[in-house]
């Protein structure tokens, strides 16, 4: 069974930075691709990044130049690095993957920005 685990999240003002991290752990074979999505309150969820096996990445739009999202093959963990956060970058931030072919997604940690 595989499993995601997300950290980092918390309140912070505008203009802050938050570091989010999410370890993959279990019995995992492949990992082709590793992101962040989002979900704020009364809204959908949302792409907010993604990394593939060849590092290439994908930003949402609201994000470009705030947000670097890196991983770590040998941790099997992805990061997404918050930069100038502003207060609608407020909601659920869940990590996901594509593991043994398989989707998987994290319990989900909050991140709260206050103007």
């Known amino acids: 069974q595989v499993q995601l685990v997300e950290s980092g999240g918390g309140l912070v003002q505008a203009g802050g930075s938050l570091r989010l991290s999410c370890a993959a752990s279990?019995?995992?074979?492949?990992?082709?691709?590793m992101g962040w999505y989002r979900q704020a309150p009364g809204k959908q969820r949302e792409l907010v990044a993604r990394i593939l096996n060849d590092d290439s990445t994908n930003y949402a739009d609201s994000v470009k130049g705030r947000f670097t999202i890196s991983r770590d093959n040998a941790k099997n963990t992805v990061y997404l690095q918050m930069n100038s956060l502003k207060p609608e970058d407020t909601g659920v931030y869940y990590c996901n993957a594509f593991i043994n072919l398989r989707q998987s997604w994290g319990q989900g940690t909050q991140v709260t920005v206050s103007s």
């Open positions: 279990g019995s995992i074979f492949s990992i082709i691709g």
